[in-house]
C-alpha cells in the first residue's frame, strides 16, 4: 500500500465553484500534512499546511484533517482559472512522502 | 537568495553513462531531499539526508547513490544510466526532519536516457 493515496483525477470544475481534493495516509503516527501546488514545468509550492484536527482556513483555501480516519482534504473555493494546477499531498513523519497529485482544471 | 540551486536543467545521456545532478541550498536546512517525478505518479522518494552525515533510501534508491557532501550539498549519482531513469529530479530541502516543516524545491533536472 503507497504511504501517501489521492483521490484520482483529473477534476474539471466551472470557474466560481468548489473544487474538493482528497488525500489518505497509511501511518496513523503521521502528524504533519501538506497540501503542494505544481503548475505544469513548474516546481511544487506549499499552500497549506496543517496539523491538528479540525478545519485550517487560507483565503479561499480550506485543509481539513481528520485523523482518526487518516485523511485530509483541500476545498478550493471560487475556483479561478489561475488555480489550474496539478495539487500533491504530503506528509512529513522524518521523511516527506507525496501522493500522485490530483489535476484540476477550472473551465472559465 | 537563490534557495535551492540545482545543476543542470537539461541532460540527455547514453544508456550506460554516468552522471551527477548536483544541488545546493542556502537556507541552513537541516534535511535534504531527491525525488524523480514520472508522469501520473506523483513525487517518488529516492533518497533522503535528515541531517549532515546520514543518508537513506526513499521509495524507489535502486540505481542511484548520494553524497551529503556538508550541510549545504546534496548529490545524487546515476552510475550507469537506463531508459527506465528517464524523469524529472527534484531536490529539496527543509530545516529538520519531520514536523511541521515546509519542503523548498529547485527548479528540477529533466533527464532524458537514450
Known amino acids: 500500500q503507497k504511504e501517501v493515496e489521492q483521490n484520482s483525477g483529473p477534476l474539471s470544475v466551472p470557474e466560481g465553484a468548489i473544487a474538493s481534493l482528497n488525500c489518505t495516509y497509511s501511518?496513523?503516527?503521521?502528524?504533519?500534512f501538506f497540501w503542494y501546488r505544481q503548475y505544469s514545468g513548474k516546481s511544487p509550492e506549499l499552500i497549506m499546511s496543517i496539523y491538528s484536527n479540525g478545519d485550517k482556513e487560507d483565503g479561499r483555501f480550506t485543509a481539513q484533517l481528520n485523523k482518526a480516519s487518516q485523511y485530509v482534504s483541500l476545498l478550493i473555493r471560487d475556483s479561478q482559472p489561475s488555480d489550474s494546477a496539478t495539487y500533491l499531498c504530503?506528509?512529513?513523519?522524518?521523511?516527506?512522502?507525496f501522493g500522485a497529485g490530483t489535476t484540476v482544471t477550472v473551465r472559465a | 537568495n537563490a534557495g535551492v540551486t540545482q545543476t543542470p536543467k537539461f541532460q540527455v545521456l547514453k544508456t550506460g553513462q554516468s552522471m551527477t545532478l548536483q544541488c545546493a541550498q542556502d537556507m541552513n536546512h537541516n534535511s535534504m531531499y531527491w525525488y524523480r517525478q514520472d508522469p501520473g505518479m506523483g513525487l517518488r522518494l529516492i533518497y533522503y539526508s535528515a541531517s549532515e552525515g546520514t543518508t537513506d533510501k526513499g521509495e524507489v534508491p535502486n540505481g542511484y547513490n548520494v553524497s551529503r557532501l556538508n550541510k549545504r550539498e546534496f548529490s545524487l549519482r546515476l552510475e550507469s544510466a537506463a531508459p527506465s531513469q528517464t524523469s524529472v529530479y527534484f531536490c529539496?530541502?527543509?530545516?529538520?526532519?519531520?514536523?511541521?516543516?515546509?519542503?523548498?524545491f529547485g527548479q528540477g533536472t529533466r533527464l532524458t536516457v537514450v
Open positions: 501511518d496513523r503516527g503521521s502528524q504533519s
Open positions: 504530503a506528509v512529513n513523519d522524518y521523511k516527506l512522502s
Open positions: 529539496a530541502s527543509s530545516e529538520a526532519p519531520g514536523g511541521g516543516t515546509e519542503a523548498f
